[in-house]
Structure formats: C-alpha cells, structure tokens
C-alpha cells in the first residue's frame, strides 16, 4: 500500500494513533497537543483529530508538518518504508503475496575497486555538468580503467554496471536487477523520479531532485525484471515520475511501467530536450526543470481526458452553426441533416419506399462531391446503382449514353459494399473503417440491418452492432444511415411511431436521428375511388403519397413531418406537387425541359 493509503487508514483511528506516539500529549479542543515529534508535553506540536483533516500535524518550532505516516517517522525515528511496515502490523493489514521462485543471483565482487580516478571526475563534471555533491551521493568509484555505477540497497552491493570512456559499457553478470541510484534517496521521501540512465538520475540530483535509473533501458529493464525486484520499496511512495527518452522506446516503456506500478500514481515528465543530462548539458535552468515535475501528467487511458481539455471545444459548441449533410428537398434543409459523427435510422413497412428514399438522399449527395459507401443487401449491386441511376437522370427513360456518363460521374464519390445476402456485422465494420480512412467516406448506408447476418430474434446482437456503428460514427467523424423495418402490426393506414421499429427498443435509444418513412395508402384507395366512381378524397387524408416522420433528432430536438409527392416514372421523391422530377447530373443529350426545382 501506498504511505497516504497507510495514513489515511490511521487517521479513522487518530486518537489512539497519537496517544500511542505522543504518550505524553493531551488534548485541547479539537487537536492533540504535545511538546515536538519527541512525544514529551508542550504545545508545539499539534494533530487534529476531527474532520478532513483528521491526522494532520504541524510542530511550529520547527516548520515540520505531514499526515500520521511522516509523525509515525518522526516519533520512531523510522525510513518511511519501516514505518509503513509498522503501521500496517498495527492496523492488523496483510498484504496478500506471491512469492516466485527464488532465483539464485550473483554479487559482484569489490575487488579493484577503487576511488574515483582524475579522469573520470573531470569527465563527469566537465562534459556532463554533473556536481561533485551528486558524484559522492551516487558513491562512483573507478575499477580497472573503468568508470563504476554501483547498484546499491541498503548499503549492500547488489549489481554494478561499467563505461570505458567515451563509449563501452558492460556489467557484471548474473546481478539482480535493481535500480540504480538508493544510496542518495532520502529515507523520509514521499515521492521519487526514475529515468532511463545513470547520468540522467545524476543529472536531476545536481538540479536538487534526487532520482533512481532503471538497469538496462526503459523498455529493456521492465522487460528484465527490475519491476519484480523492486515493486514492494517501490509501493509506498505516493507519486512516481517517470522522465524516459522521449523518443518511441521511451514512450513504450512508460505505459509499461505504469501500468505495472500504477497508472494513477505514475507521472509522465516531459523535458526541453531529449533526456535530463541532456538539458543540463544544454544549460537548462533547476527552475524549468522544477516546472516539468509540476506539469508532469498522469498516463490516463485515451478516453480519459480532464474537462479543461475541451475548453476551446466548449466555447465552439456555444458558436456552433449546425451543420451537416442536406437531404435533396430545399424546405428540409434547416430542419434536418445528417450530421458527422452521429447515426440516423430510417424506418419503414415493407413497400413504403424507405430505400428508395435513402438511394434518392445518396444520389443527391454523390452528385454533390460527398463521398458517400453503400452496403445494399436488398438488391445486387448493378440493381441499386440501376435503380440511383434513374433518379439521378431525373427521366424515365434515359439513354445508354446519358447513365454511362452518370456512372463516370459517380467515380470518387461513390462506393459500394459489393456483397449478396447476409454480410456478417464486423466485415462490414472492417470494410467501413478501411473506406472511411483510405477514402475519407463521408456518408456509409447500410441497407438493411436485417440482412447483416443476425437472426430475427437476435435483438442483442442487432443492438450490439448498432451500438458498434454509433462508435464508429463517432470516433471516425462519419455519418452512418441504417435502413430498418417496421414489426407487422394491425395494418399500414399509419404511421407506427418509434416504438414499431424492429428489433431492440434499445437500437432506437442509441442512434441520434430516427426517421419513419410512411406511405400514404389511405390517398392512394381514395384516389383509386375517385378515378373509378368520382368519389371525393376526404379532406382528413394528407395530400402527400409519402411522409417523412421525424421521430428523434438528438441534436436539435426538431421533429419535423415532411410531405413528399411520388413520381413513378423516374422513382423520384419531390418537394411539392407541382415540382417535375429533375437531372441531378447535366447531360447534354438530355432535352432540355422546363421544371420547378424539388
């Protein structure tokens, strides 16, 4: 356990805690008063012994303050390792521990060793800028014409590693691994740097932050077992620095020793430059290197991020014009859009023309450079493009050349998920996150969601897929628009409503846009009557064939009703009756008519 774990557990206890430390205190108020750490009666010294600050002292003759951890030190004359061990025996707290095999290590020997040599001295404080201070802290020696980092704990030799200069190292083999650097951390040390070399722990003792090296190199020394060999005098302190290369090695090896040792009490130290001798070299100042501890951040998992991040973001939301994807009518285009990084459903009765609809919206959009993938299970994929071909020509008839030059006008706008039947869920993810970063896909449809490899009653797995798209869409800054059916219910005279659509209530909770595509059947029999007997068409009968109901629209809560009128011929959903089906790609062979724009 952590030293602040330990004493916040002691501080639940506070007032036998101090009794027993300080015998000779008494209380006054809301604080144990006593005469120093000692123990002895005074007022100096004084704990508080209620509310959130239970276990807090302060000895004001001397200027020493901390929690029940560093009283517990200061009382007993303990490291803070030994007096964690002792307030955990106290507390009656056992650690539950795996102890590996024990590997047999060997010591080095200390024969040759000797004091540091001129040369090396100079070396180290002339070209490397290190103080003799952290020279003697760090306890270098020479041994053989060789430079000596010894590996110490506890005052014992445990590994030793060696440089020729300028550049040849070695060490001695079969050591434990052991981080370099014990001998100059102070024994009451609440926190603690470790780096990726000797000379950069040296580097930050001459700045006035004493710092441990891992044996072999960030990555290497994880990967060869320091962490093992050191994880328990590592565990108490509360805050971990790691200042590794910056450089990828670097980087790899921080989230593996966070990941290890904690990722909420590791944090990331970025500097000037590459490494910290390299910034003292380089004549960076304590000062700025004081800041790189205080901006050091933790290595929070991606999706992590503080509030203060999205500052900028925040304000833009605020300013925000909303934006996105229009749909082909004019009279839509401040009501509803199809928005980047959001999931639409477009739902419908069988024979309603949801598809037809959607094929509409894409033609539109392909011919107006939004790049836009198609995965049409329903029909093959020279059926669909033969079916958006005639609502892009606007005519029923159009010539062989007129959708030749429709099809080249399609190349780099449009794609298709060229697949028959039932295309399984995560083929279909994978292809569209390969379109969407090769080809900067701006709009995927996926008609529909009944053909993508799910069984009718596998409401979990259509929701699960559905939830996967709405990811997709988000994280990748897309659009998704998903075809749906409607469940079979008493009759088709109106529109089901939200809570109709097939499959998971819980599909429809997590898309941002929910659109009904409702035929008017009832105009149709009366039309029908009307051409066959003359029998009047009641006024209650909407004058649309077809209706766009909008069930949800998360980002602005507008939830339109917008009448489209049917053109047989050319499969075209218009704005209007009395607007005429219209080109969406020029053609000059086209003859030219007169029309009102949809």
Partial sequence: MRATEIAQRLSAQVDAVVRMLLPNGKRQGQEWRAGSSEGEAGQSLGVHLTGDKAGVWSDFSTGESGDLIGLWMASRKLSLRDACKEAMDYLGIR????????KRFQRPTKEGVLRLHS????????????????IDAYKLASRDGWLMFPYLRDGELI???YRKLPKSFRQDPDCEPCLFGWQAIADDARSVIITEGELDAMA??????????????????????????????LAVYDTIYLSLDSDGPGQQAEREIAERLGRERCRIVRLAHKDANDCLMRGIEA??????????????????????????AVWSEFTRVDDGMRLPWQKTHNVLLLRPGETSIWAGVNGHGKSAVISQVVGDLATHDVRCCVASMEFRTPVWLMRMARQIAGTPHPTEAYIRAIVRALKGQLWAFDVAGS???????????????????????????????????DYSGQKRFVEELSDFARLESTHVAIVAHMRKGDGEDHPAGKMAVKGSGGITDMVDTLIEVWRNKPLERALERLERDGTPVPDRIGTASTYLNVLKQRATGVEPSIALWFDKSTTQFLAAPDHAPRPMVPFSAVPATNHVSA
């Fill in 423 to 457: 295309a399984k869920a995560q083929r279909i993810l994978e292809v569209f996150r390969y379109a969407r970063r090769r080809y900067a896909i701006e709009l995927f449809v996926i008609d529909n969601l009944t053909k993508c490899g799910f069984d009718d009653d």
């Fill in 159 to 161: 590994a030793a590693k």
């Fill in 119 to 134: 040369e090396h001295t100079a070396w180290l404080t002339a070209t490397r800028r290190i103080a003799s201070s952290t």
């Fill in 287 to 312: 000062g700025d290197m004081a800041a790189a501890l205080r901006d050091a951040r933790t290595l929070d998992p991606s999706e992590l991020k503080p509030a203060a991040d999205f500052e900028d």
């Fill in 95 to 102: 650690e539950d521990k795996i102890d590996p095999p024990q």
């Fill in 204 to 233: 930050w003792h001459t700045y006035g932050f004493p710092a441990l090296s891992v044996p072999m190199g960030g990555g290497g020394g994880a990967k060869q077992g320091w962490i093992a060999s050191e994880f328990d005098r």
